[in-house]
């Protein structure tokens, strides 16, 4: 396994399209997250999954966004209508729950968006 | 609500020195404290996890210390290179039960190493 896959790595889009992201974790991993990111800011939480249950999602994610995780495999993160304020990076990042590296986050390379 | 933040902005030495970089954290009851490097237009890349009842792990010229009950964690490079150029960020997961599973990042510390 060589880490947490993301596709498309860059999305160009028209205001008010809907887009829509993947992001693969590593294997044996439970728990899977997604991040927003903007240029000189850390990443911003948006929600995260254990299997296939989505745990916590900020209240900073409008209606717009979703996210879904079936089977507790990979995950997508949807975007309705977008809006220019949606221009960031999207980073995914996975973990395993307990051990002694328990809960360290492994990140994918990020999907970079950019709405018109 | 979790704040974290990073002291300095930026920071520029030159190649051999060693260096500290800081985090801290407004709230104290974190299940962990994470260092991570970033490059431009990267994902970004897993240093260090402190557990909550850890004090310090090391990894090659890293070492990355956690103070819980003063909200302060550090990271020491030792030997700075031109390749430890980069953004470091850190990141603390918790508080409580009800914020487990949720990290919260600074904004880092954009560090040059001159040669």
């Known amino acids: 396994d060589t880490g947490v896959s993301q596709d498309p790595r860059h999305k160009i889009t028209k205001r008010g399209q809907n887009v829509t992201f993947r992001c693969d974790p590593i294997s044996e991993h439970n728990r899977l997250y997604w991040y927003r990111q903007t240029l000189g800011q850390g990443p911003e939480f948006l929600t995260y999954?254990?299997?296939?249950?989505?745990?916590?999602k900020s209240r900073l994610l409008s209606d717009r966004f979703s996210a879904e995780r079936p089977k507790g495999s990979f995950s997508t993160l949807e975007i309705q209508r977008t809006e220019q304020g949606d221009s960031a990076m999207y980073l995914c990042?996975?973990?395993?729950?307990?051990?002694?590296?328990?809960?360290?986050?492994?990140f994918g390379p990020g999907t970079r968006l950019t709405v018109l | 609500k979790q704040e974290v933040t990073q002291i300095p902005a930026a920071l520029s030495v030159p190649e051999g020195e060693n260096l500290v970089l800081n985090c801290s954290f407004t709230?104290?009851?974190?299940?962990?404290l994470q260092w991570f490097r970033q490059d431009p237009g990267k994902g970004l890349t897993s240093l260090l996890l402190?557990?909550?009842?850890?004090r310090e792990q090391t990894s090659g010229r890293l070492n990355a210390s956690l103070d819980k009950s003063s909200g302060r964690s550090t990271l020491y490079i030792a030997a700075s290179q031109p390749g430890d150029s980069a953004t470091y960020l850190c990141?603390?997961?918790?508080?409580?039960?009800?914020?487990?599973?949720?990290?919260?990042f600074g904004d880092g510390t954009t560090l040059t190493v001159k040669p």
């Open positions: 709230d104290s009851a974190i299940y962990n």
């Open positions: 402190i557990q909550s009842s850890q």
């Open positions: 990042a996975s973990s395993r729950v307990g051990g002694t590296s328990g809960g360290e986050q492994f």
């Open positions: 999954f254990q299997n296939e249950a989505q745990l916590e």
């Open positions: 990141a603390v997961e918790g508080p409580g039960d009800t914020n487990a599973g949720k990290s919260t």
